[in-house]
């Protein structure tokens, strides 16, 4: 069973910074990619950033030049440095990881973290 905890929601000013982490634990062959969702009311779940474990990276338009995704593959650990929020930034959001599971043949699970709340506010 793998399981995704993350931390580092919260308030924060317009113009401020927030730093998400998320880790896996369980037992897996391997995660790619790993990476960050989020959903404001209202709103479907877009894709904000996610990383490969050879490097790649994708950003939505909108956070390019403001967030950061970064990986520790020895850690399981993905985190994403989120600078300059406004408050259109506000939402939950959900780590994600595709892993390779050890069944035989092995088997791939997107894997969900519960959510945290990022709050852009005054």
């Known amino acids: 069973q793998v399981q995704l905890v993350e931390s580092g929601g919260g308030l924060v000013q317009p113009g401020g910074s927030l730093r998400l982490s998320c880790a896996a634990s369980?037992?897996?062959?391997?995660?790619?990619?790993m990476g960050w969702y989020r959903q404001a009311p209202g709103k479907q779940r877009e894709l904000v950033a996610d990383?490969?474990?050879?490097?790649?990276?994708n950003y939505l338009d909108s956070v390019k030049g403001r967030f950061t995704i970064s990986r520790d593959n020895a850690k399981n650990t993905v985190y994403l440095q989120m600078n300059s929020l406004n408050p259109e930034d506000t939402a939950v959001y959900y780590c994600?990881?595709?892993?390779?599971?050890?069944?035989?043949?092995?088997?791939?699970?997107?894997?969900w973290g519960q959510g945290t709340l990022v709050t852009v506010s005054s």
């Open positions: 369980g037992t897996f062959f391997s995660i790619n990619p």
């Open positions: 990383i490969r474990s050879g490097g790649t990276i």
């Open positions: 994600y990881a595709r892993i390779l599971q050890t069944t035989f043949p092995p088997k791939p699970l997107d894997a």
